[in-house]
DNA sequence: TGTATGATCGCCT
DNA sequence: GGCGATCATACAG
């Protein structure tokens, strides 16, 4: 077992979180797709200092923060680095592997790979919501379980999606050849 | 007070 | 591949 450091770099941390199990109130599964975001770039929500949105994003590291895309979804993020300065990972998709009937009847989905494949599908899945904006991921209803020592899998990593700025950047980390990605890793 | 803009998704052609 | 849904946020005036 190996446990992630918050105050690490969002890139570290991004990296980190594939393989990782991340369940909310025991409905879950194995991280398979993040994103790294910091101030210092504008496609992030911390570029340009904090505000009422974004403050969460500036508190201590190993937080939830949840904002909602588009009008319509919740997306879900982890808080990096030290207090005060504007990183964190986004999650982007999850291998279904606990409450699997749960998530079918919050999506309204029955195929696997549809129910947690993009930071909106897997908050609703999970029942990720506003209120849980700030809470801590190392306390209920969240729940993080680090990787085995013998997990055998390989982290790819490429441009980041659905963004219009710094797409130059390659901050978005999956793991290989996973079937439950948002979508699959460019090749090369 | 008004307006433009999304770290998206699902349905349509 | 295109587009509409739907609204909090940020910023301009």
Redesign the pocket.
Known sequence: MTTIDFDATSIEVARALIGTSLFVSGVGGRIVET?A?DESEP????F?GQ????AV?FGPSGRA?V???????W?L?VVCMRAGHGA?V?I?AIEPTRGVAAMRER?G?QELR?LC??????C?ALGVMHAMNGLRFDRPPFRLVPQGVDAMFKVASGA??????SQDLPWRFVLAGSAFL?KPMRAG
């Open positions: 994103e975001y496609a992030s929500h911390t340009g505000t009422p949105r974004n994003m923060y904002y909602r895309s588009y009008g319509l979804h997306c993020n964190g986004l982007r999506r989905q549809l494949s993009g930071p909106g599908r897997l609703q980041r999606i659905g963004i219009s700025k948002s």
